[in-house]
């Protein structure tokens, strides 16, 4: 798990229903505008609030961004950690982590756009701490896949590129989810879970 | 192929070296900025140019993106179909394929994260030529595939989501190239050639 824990994450983030509106609006406008063009003001305006509303809650659109990877990279952690289940066999438990980390970006491709592709606006230090869980999703993956080459369920030599291949899918579906072709998430999820046993080697199940 | 001729590629993008040095230029700031705040102002200055040496060349900014997607998407276009030989096994052209389109990336991430991540901001008929392009991108892909189906190589029954997922991690190659574990494109490219053919259901080689 991440350093950070899920207390100090609130303490971040608070506890405000005003604040969760203003990240829920920043992320909107984020995607749809970029990060660098977008404006305190504009986020306001797109909840119907005075310019001088969001200033209580975030000091500096940098703020803002920040809180939002914090709550958008712990959430893909802790959606890939709950779905995990260690006692199960290696490819249920693939199959199981694929999935949730596919859901979790196909039903929120606004977050997941930003907290994917504006990271570098962050400074360092919040950047450092955003990595820090990423690096807990990336050892979620490492493991399950690690487990499985251990009791011989996976056929893979290079765990760290078969997890690079599976997460780098996972979060491309911000790119282009939904596509003419596939719209629902859940079919999606399904379709590359199905990927991910092929990734690693897996018998069919 | 794409219905625009390379003849046609030529003429909209010139042959004026001042204007490929402009488009490189601009490239470079549009990755490291953004499309959205990045001026032209600034790309001249990068090239210690004076403001209005753009202009003759570019009329707008878009025009200047517009430019660079056309370049980026021929090339990676251009890559696919001639690394592909219909006269080789199935295995052997998706590899090839797979390798060419993930070096692409590799080579050139901030062309590459440029024209995979800038394209809301074109104008609906300059956008649609580019999907044009990379719907003759895709169909290279489909025809390798369906070819090791037919002749029974690749064991998949859902040649779309394969598709999909293959230019899927060779786009996002742009996001995150180089890493601390990988950073030798041709290395990369034959690791996802591998992974390409373990979604294809290929036995392997």
């Given at each position: 798990?991440?350093?950070?824990?899920?207390?100090?994450?609130?303490?971040?983030?608070?506890?405000?229903?005003?604040?969760?509106?203003?990240?829920?609006?920043?992320?909107?406008?984020?995607?749809?505008?970029?990060?660098?063009?977008?404006?305190?003001?504009?986020?306001?305006?797109?909840?119907?609030?005075?310019?001088?509303?969001?200033?209580?809650?975030?000091?500096?659109?940098?703020?803002?961004?920040?809180?939002?990877?914090?709550?958008?990279?712990?959430?893909?952690?802790?959606?890939?950690?709950?779905?995990?289940?260690?006692?199960?066999?290696?490819?249920?438990?693939?199959?199981?982590?694929?999935?949730?980390?596919?859901?979790?970006?196909?039903?929120?491709?606004?977050?997941?756009?930003?907290?994917?592709?504006?990271?570098?606006?962050?400074?360092?230090?919040?950047?450092?701490?955003?990595?820090?869980?990423?690096?807990?999703?990336?050892?979620?993956?490492?493991?399950?896949?690690?487990?499985?080459?251990?009791?011989?369920?996976?056929?893979?030599?290079?765990?760290?590129?078969?997890?690079?291949?599976?997460?780098?899918?996972?979060?491309?579906?911000?790119?282009?989810?939904?596509?003419?072709?596939?719209?629902?998430?859940?079919?999606?999820?399904?379709?590359?879970s199905d990927i991910a046993?092929?990734?690693?080697?897996?018998?069919?199940?």
């Amino acid at each position: 798990m991440a350093h950070l824990t899920a207390a100090e994450l609130a303490e971040h983030l608070g506890t405000s229903k005003a604040a969760a509106r203003i990240r829920a609006a920043a992320c909107e406008v984020f995607a749809a505008r970029g990060y660098g063009v977008a404006t305190t003001r504009e986020i306001a305006a797109s909840l119907d609030l005075s310019p001088g509303a969001v200033y209580p809650h975030y000091k500096t659109k940098e703020s803002l961004l920040f809180a939002i990877a914090l709550e958008g990279h712990w959430g893909v952690l802790t959606a890939v950690t709950s779905a995990d289940d260690p006692e199960l066999p290696p490819a249920d438990r693939l199959s199981a982590v694929m999935g949730a980390f596919v859901l979790w970006h196909a039903e929120r491709t606004a977050i997941s756009s930003v907290i994917q592709h504006e990271l570098r606006s962050l400074e360092p230090e919040h950047l450092a701490m955003i990595v820090d869980i990423r690096r807990s999703t990336t050892a979620a993956f490492d493991a399950v896949l690690r487990a499985g080459v251990d009791d011989g369920t996976f056929g893979i030599d290079d765990v760290p590129t078969a997890t690079l291949a599976l997460t780098s899918l996972g979060i491309d579906v911000s790119r282009w989810f939904p596509s003419r072709r596939i719209s629902d998430p859940h079919e999606l999820s399904r379709r590359y879970s199905d990927i991910a046993l092929r990734i690693a080697g897996a018998s069919r199940p």
